[in-house]
């Protein structure tokens, strides 16, 4: 059983271009989280997905950046106009489950840099 | 809200040495509380869990037990080894009634030989 895999893993935009990064979640896993880790940082919380449906998006900047998990094919996250400050490594993970208590499984991250 | 605090690190010990890594959190309710483990350019491991109050997660040796009248999760391991090296993440779930994690900060752990 394939884990959680993103693409690209690494990632190089100029400032102003789009970055997005695709994350396929572990076979049966309908629920998908991204988080944004800053240098020598912790993770923060940026959105919770489900199938065609977003449950929670309050770690997200109101502009410039948007997900959405279709029901076929891969979650996608869009951030428009890059900033040099959005620079960071981005997980995504999965579980079969939204309840409190299940694990989450994190895929490997992309990094995305901004020149 | 709910928020986990991490101590600072780095931490570096000889191997074999014993180890803790403290966690607090404040939450409302019932969280759950994890560690995760982050190994140089990898993404983030589950290492253990823990769903109730005085509930001990224990995997690979390390240990923590869910203290909610102190409201910690310490990690603990009796004998580090050089292969333990790596950043390790105490989180907790819960907010909102589903699964979102909230992390501490990190703490990195280098062990030499």
């Known amino acids: 059983n394939a884990g959680v895999m993103q693409n690209p893993r690494h990632l190089v935009r100029r400032r102003g271009q789009e970055a997005r990064l695709r994350c396929s979640p572990m076979?049966?896993?309908?629920?998908v989280y991204w988080y944004r880790q800053l240098p020598e940082e912790g993770l923060k919380f940026m959105v919770y997905?489900?199938?065609?449906?977003?449950?929670?998006e309050s770690g997200m900047p109101k502009e410039r950046f948007s997900a959405e998990f279709p029901k076929e094919g891969p979650s996608i996250l869009r951030i428009q106009q890059v900033v040099r400050g959005d620079s960071a490594a981005y997980f995504c993970?999965?579980?079969?489950?939204?309840?409190?208590?299940?694990?989450?499984?994190f895929g490997p991250g992309t990094r995305l840099t901004v020149t | 809200g709910n928020s986990v605090t991490q101590m600072e690190g780095p931490v570096t010990l000889s191997e074999e040495a014993f180890l803790t890594i403290n966690c607090t959190y404040t939450a409302t309710g019932y969280p759950s509380l994890f560690w995760y483990v982050q190994y140089p350019g990898e993404g983030l491991q589950l290492l253990l869990k823990?769903?109730?109050?005085?509930d001990k997660g224990s995997n690979k040796g390390f240990e923590a037990t869910y203290r909610k009248e102190t409201t910690s999760f310490h990690l603990e391991k009796g004998s580090v080894q050089v292969s333990d090296s790596a950043v390790y993440f105490c989180?907790?779930?819960?907010?909102?009634?589903?699964?979102?994690?909230?992390f501490g900060a990190g703490t990195r752990l280098a062990v030499h030989p």
């Open positions: 989180a907790l779930s819960g907010s909102g009634g589903y699964n979102k994690l909230i």
């Open positions: 997905l489900q199938k065609e449906n977003i449950i929670d």
């Open positions: 993970a999965s579980s079969p489950d939204g309840t409190s208590g299940y694990e989450q499984y």
């Open positions: 823990a769903t109730k109050a005085d």
């Open positions: 076979k049966g896993h309908s629920h």
